[in-house]
């Protein structure tokens, strides 16, 4: 006897959620740097194609998360939010902010 997706106990549900979201939102955020990295290099076409590609595969991930309930859904986006922590725990907000320039002051007269 097999039940359906639907009908998945909680534990089970929640796992899957953040498995997938966790590895999809790994996927997505990488691609967003490279999209940026792409279209800081003037390859639009390229850019928007990873754009398109990355929204695409996370929108999937989500719905066959929902066939797996709505705790599975939650729990995909809260895979996507620790995938996004972690990733820009990696990167340091130090270089971050060394990648803005900084305003440029005036000497007062």
């Known amino acids: 006897m ?3 997706l639907t009908e998945l106990p909680f534990a089970p549900a929640v796992g899957i959620g953040l498995l997938g979201g966790g590895l999809v939102g790994l996927l997505h955020f990488i691609g967003l740097r490279y999209s940026v990295r792409l279209l800081a290099a003037g390859r639009t076409g390229l850019a928007l194609a990873s ?4 929204v695409a595969i996370s929108a999937l991930l ?7 309930g709505l705790a599975a859904l ?3 986006f809260m ?3 620790v995938a996004r922590h972690a990733l820009l725990r990696e990167r340091g907000a130090t270089s971050a902010a060394q990648d803005v320039p900084s305003p440029t002051r005036k000497p007062h007269a």
């Open 79 to 81: 895979g996507f939010l």
């Open 51 to 54: 754009q398109g590609l990355r």
């Open 62 to 68: 989500l719905a066959a998360l929902l066939r797996f």
């Open 2 to 4: 097999t039940l359906p």
């Open 74 to 76: 939650l729990a995909g």
